[in-house]
T-cell receptor
Framework: NAGVTQTPKFQVLKTGQSMTLQCAQDMNHNSMYWYRQDPGMGLRLIYYSASEGTTDKGEVPNGYNVSRLNKREFSLRLESAAPSQTSVYFC??????????????FGPGTRLLVL | QKEVEQNSGPLSVPEGAIASLNCTYS??????FFWYRQYSGKSPELIMFIYSNGDKEDGRFTAQLNKASQYVSLLIRDSQPSDSATYLCAVNSGGGADGLTFGKGTHLIIQP
């Protein structure tokens, strides 16, 4: 099993450009998450999807949109990139059924630089 | 607002000694607690989870939970240079898929 995969690994954008970060998991997990990680700020939740067909805002959703395409795939879109969105983006998934099944498994991350 | 607090470090520990990492949380309704390890430039990986008061041991790692005092800790025995990483504490505050609140992490350095 590949676990959680993300594409691309690295991307450079100019201010105002758009892009979509892709995430897929092969663990048959119900829930998926997008985080950003900035130096000194820890992991901050952008959006999550509790189950196929649902999405909800996290702590820092402004400037982002998401799509839960099916149970496996959860994409994050930047419509008009800004330098403040320079970050490392992690996708994660979990069973989200309580206890140890709340464990989130992370993808390798996408490093995004907005100039 | 749910908060998870960790000392950012760096915490420097000699090789072979016990490293002690601490975490406090604000939400008394928190039910599950997780420790992740993150190497520089890599993604977080799960080390342990705990949801009952007391100690839970897994190899060189021991997680300790005290819900009355709202803290959780991670002990690493016989520390190795390969344990040098950032350790993230994460808390689930009520179940469901809205998921985990992460601390900012403690940077641990094991000195050979």
């Amino acid at each position: 099993n590949a676990g959680v995969t993300q594409t691309p690994k690295f991307q450079v954008l100019k201010t105002g450009q758009s892009m979509t970060l892709q995430c897929a998991q092969d663990m048959n997990h119900n829930s998926m998450y997008w985080y950003r990680q900035d130096p000194g700020m820890g992991l901050r939740l952008i959006y999550y999807s509790a189950s196929e067909g649902t999405t909800d805002k996290g702590e820092v959703p402004n400037g982002y949109n998401v799509s839960r395409l099916n149970k496996r795939e959860f994409s994050l879109r930047l419509e008009s990139a800004a330098p403040s969105q320079t970050s490392v983006y992690f996708c994660a998934s979990s069973e989200a059924l309580g206890g140890s099944q709340e464990t989130q498994y992370f993808g390798p991350g996408t490093r995004l630089l907005v100039l | 607002q749910k908060e998870v607090e960790q000392n950012s470090g760096p915490l420097s520990v000699p090789e072979g000694a016990i490293a002690s990492l601490n975490c406090t949380y604000s939400d008394r309704g928190s039910q599950s607690f997780f420790w992740y390890r993150q190497y520089s430039g890599k993604s977080p990986e799960l080390i342990m989870f705990i949801y009952s008061n007391g100690d839970k041991e897994d190899g060189r790692f021991t997680a300790q939970l005290n819900k009355a005092s709202q803290y959780v800790s991670l002990l690493i025995r016989d520390s190795q240079p390969s344990d040098s990483a950032t350790y993230l504490c994460a808390v689930n505050s009520g179940g469901g898929a809205d998921g985990l609140t992460f601390g900012k992490g403690t940077h641990l350095i094991i000195q050979p």
